[in-house]
């Protein structure tokens, strides 16, 4: 959540790894039978990106691969930085990826509200709970001695932290302040917390945060909490029963282990999911077409190829998962072979050019298995919206539409590039305005006359070529030539894949007929 929050957290991470005692024993300690419950808490203050869809994928993964449910929960606590609409965008690019929440804000459940600003009278009640235990205080700090905090800290260049002034507070002076009206916020007493926890993914996992950081707030002055209490008590509460998520949180998962205690709760396991980096292992691209769910269906890439590829950074699978042959897993697949304990401790580099093969495989397997449908009716949209205009003849039934998949399943890795300009010839009648010497007419009425009498199985790009040198050669025309005339009846365009492939992606009646359009218009010409 909270994203500059996120970058605090994400450099004192990096800055106290050093100082974080891990190995790699890991330990799942459910057995097939445990309720497995988990969740997936994004902030709405942007669109889905990779990072986000993985850790949801792999909770998706863990719920099914135990039998257990998945609960989306809305992490808006900061309202300041709300994106209008993200709400909804994120369940609708769930949804799409085909991971949908077993719980959720629009889907609702036995746990609801599942949206945080939507259940601040419990997050209330909670932190009354820790003042009354004394596992809390009221802080009446301002922000301009908290501001004035920080930039000494600064300045001695060390980690900003609160001092825990307002926890030595006598009940009077708390008294005197409430009296006054002094505006507070509450804060939790973080306690010495030496013993490691087990993270699912890194194994014992040490990091005494009291020594490290000042007492953390836990509800704001506003009346709204912070990550630390709304993520503790909604875990508790939505009986959540692994935490999967960003290692960049791991750093916060100490400070929430001393909340569960104060309130007396057994905490959930946790694990944490390694950063994703660029190819070249720096920070995830900024460009969002690059890391946006959203930026990846348009340019046309599909849900399982996405979900295939997420999987690559982040293991949880046996090593030769996709290394005996590449192909696409179903969910079901990915859940039947899922485990936590495989998941990688080490950060993932992404490999964009595995995104495009997963992709091509994706529409080898949904054509393969008569799933095409709904590809036929994504490719005329394509094509309307890309070659509609007036006066322009398209070919869009459904045969050639399938005809031009099939074909195309081994060449192309996204629909969209069925209508880059060097393949427009597939889907738009070349105009008949295309200007031939009359000179060549003979050789035209051969090559149609000859098509006409061919067999459909015998028009494969194979075939054609020799067939093609030879009518050349026969014709006293140099073979360059013929194939220009040829390219400019059939397609209108001066590239393009080679003359035969091309009869061969039209067709034998398509080719036929385009040849035909041109002697008709040559034989008007020459009246
Ligand atoms: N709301 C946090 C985020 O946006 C989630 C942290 C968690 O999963 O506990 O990533």
């Known amino acids: 959540m909270i994203s500059p929050r996120c970058h605090e957290f994400l450099n004192l991470f990096q800055r106290l790894v050093p100082k974080i005692f891990i190995n790699h024993v890991k330990n799942v300690s459910t057995s097939p039978s445990d309720k497995v419950r988990v969740r997936f808490a994004p902030s709405p203050t942007g669109h889905l990106h990779l990072g986000g869809l993985r850790t949801a994928l792999y909770n998706y993964l863990f719920a099914r691969s135990r039998g257990g449910a998945l609960v989306l929960r809305l992490e808006d606590t900061d309202q300041s930085r709300l994106v209008p609409g993200a709400a909804e965008a ?17 889907r609702g459940g036995p746990h609801g509200p599942y949206t945080q600003s939507q259940r601040l009278p419990i997050y209330r009640e909670h932190a ?12 009446f700090c301002s922000e301009r001695r908290l501001d004035l905090l920080r930039r000494e800290a600064l300045r001695a260049r060390q980690v900003p932290r609160y001092d825990n002034r307002c926890r030595h ?45 000042g007492d953390p707030v836990v509800l704001k002055g506003d009346g709204y909490p912070t990550y630390h209490l709304a993520s503790v008590v909604d875990d508790r509460l939505m009986q959540v029963s692994h935490v999967l998520r960003g290692v960049e949180w791991q750093v916060s998962t100490p ?18 999911l390694p950063l994703i980096l660029n190819p070249d292992a720096t920070k995830l691209s900024k460009r969002q077409g690059d890391v946006s769910v959203g930026g990846l269906r348009e340019r046309g890439i599909f849900p399982l190829a996405l979900l295939n590829y997420v999987t690559l950074a982040g293991g949880g699978f046996t090593r030769d998962l996709y290394r005996t042959k590449p192909c696409i897993y179903s969910l079901p697949e990915l859940a039947s072979v899922f485990d936590v304990g495989r998941l990688n401790a080490h950060s993932c580099r992404l490999q964009p050019d595995q995104l495009r093969e997963f992709n091509r495989l994706e529409l080898q397997r949904r054509l393969s298995s008569g799933d095409d449908a709904e590809l036929v009716q994504q490719v005329r949209q394509l094509v309307a919206t890309k070659f509609a205009r007036s006066g322009v003849q398209l070919r869009l039934e459904d045969e050639h539409v399938l005809a031009v998949l099939r074909w195309s399943q081994a060449r192309v890795h996204t629909l969209r590039d069925l209508v880059e300009p060097h393949l427009a010839f597939l ?50 025309v140099q073979f360059r030539e013929l194939m220009k005339l040829l390219r400019a009846v059939l397609s209108g365009l001066q590239e393009g894949p080679g003359v035969a492939e091309m009869m061969h992606i039209l067709g034998r009646s398509e080719t036929a007929s385009r040849l035909d359009r041109a002697l008709s218009v040559l034989k008007t010409h020459s009246q």
Request: aromatic share 10%; with cysteine.
């Open 128 to 139: 009354e709970r820790l003042l009354q235990s004394g596992a809390a205080y009221r802080c």
């Open 255 to 272: 400070k929430h282990l001393l909340i569960y205690r104060a309130l007396g709760w057994e905490p959930p396991q946790f694990g944490h």
């Open 90 to 106: 994120l369940e609708r690019d769930l949804a799409w990826a085909g991971i949908p929440p077993d719980e959720s804000p629009a």
């Open 427 to 476: 889907w738009v009648v070349p105009s008949t305005a295309v200007d031939l010497p009359p000179a060549h007419r003979a050789v035209l009425e051969r090559v149609s006359a000859e098509v006409a009498g061919m067999a459909d199985a015998q028009f494969q790009k194979e075939w054609l070529k020799p067939w093609l040198q030879r009518v050349a050669e026969d014709s006293g």
């Open 169 to 213: 507070l006598s009940q009077q002076q708390v008294g005197e302040k409430l009296a006054r009206g002094e505006h507070f916020c509450i804060r939790f007493k973080l306690v010495p917390s030496p013993e490691p926890f087990q993270d699912l993914v890194y194994g014992p996992v040490a990091y005494d945060v009291g020594r490290h950081e």
